[in-house]
């Protein structure tokens, strides 16, 4: 096989494995959002590290909010698998193989089998890892970026810091920023 047909009316082989890295990503990412004073925070949205955190002093809205982003990674997760086996229909197999016991894994613990994983043990057609290859070539890429952008960040802040913080509040908060900066580093460099 040299080339993959669109085997699904509204999800080509790219936008298959396009999906399946954001699922991957959802399992295990950073994600930035703003806060009220308009600085970067970078908040932590591994659901496998949220889901352990959840102690037993944890609130109903904390397990109410875990619990509703693990239902939503799921049902993404089985839809993206019913359309991935009209791409790779030995990957159903394959994973009834893998996934002998009955206990239903957690969210983030599911299983993608994107091409790249699969390659040796199922046929899968080249279009399929090569789209892969270059998706995961673009996010490599991407994520270099970010993290010399970070890596500037974090030096214009420590130099900001000494010229301008003056009082202790205004030092806590640089330290609070810059300690934020130095986080993303280390996930993007993970």
């Not at 399992?27 to 806060?35: A, D, G, R």
């Not at 019913?82 to 613990?109: C, D, G, H, L």
Request: aromatic residues 6%.
């Amino acid at each position: 096989m040299n080339t993959v047909l669109p085997a699904h009316d509204s999800v080509s082989p790219v936008v298959l494995i396009h999906q399946g890295l954001e699922i991957e990503m959802l399992q295990c990412v950073y994600v930035l959002v703003t806060n009220t004073t308009n600085f970067p925070v970078y908040f932590r949205q591994r659901l496998a590290i949220d889901t352990r955190a959840l102690g037993p002093h944890s609130t109903d809205l904390q397990r109410a909010k875990v619990l509703e982003r693990s239902n939503s990674l799921r049902s993404r997760f089985e839809a993206w698998t019913e359309v991935q086996q009209f791409y790779i229909p030995s990957v159903t197999m394959f994973r009834a193989r893998t996934e002998v016991s009955n206990v239903p894994k957690a969210a983030q613990e599911l299983e993608l089998y994107l091409p790249s994983s699969i390659a040796d043990r199922v046929t899968c057609d080249k279009q399929l890892l090569n789209a892969e290859f270059t998706l995961r070539f673009a996010q490599a890429e991407m994520t270099l970026n970010d993290l010399r952008s970070q890596i500037i960040l974090r030096g214009r802040l420590i130099k900001s810091k000494g010229r301008h913080s003056s009082s202790q509040h205004q030092l806590t908060r640089s330290r609070k920023l810059i300690s934020h900066i130095q986080d993303r580093i280390q996930v993007l460099a993970d």
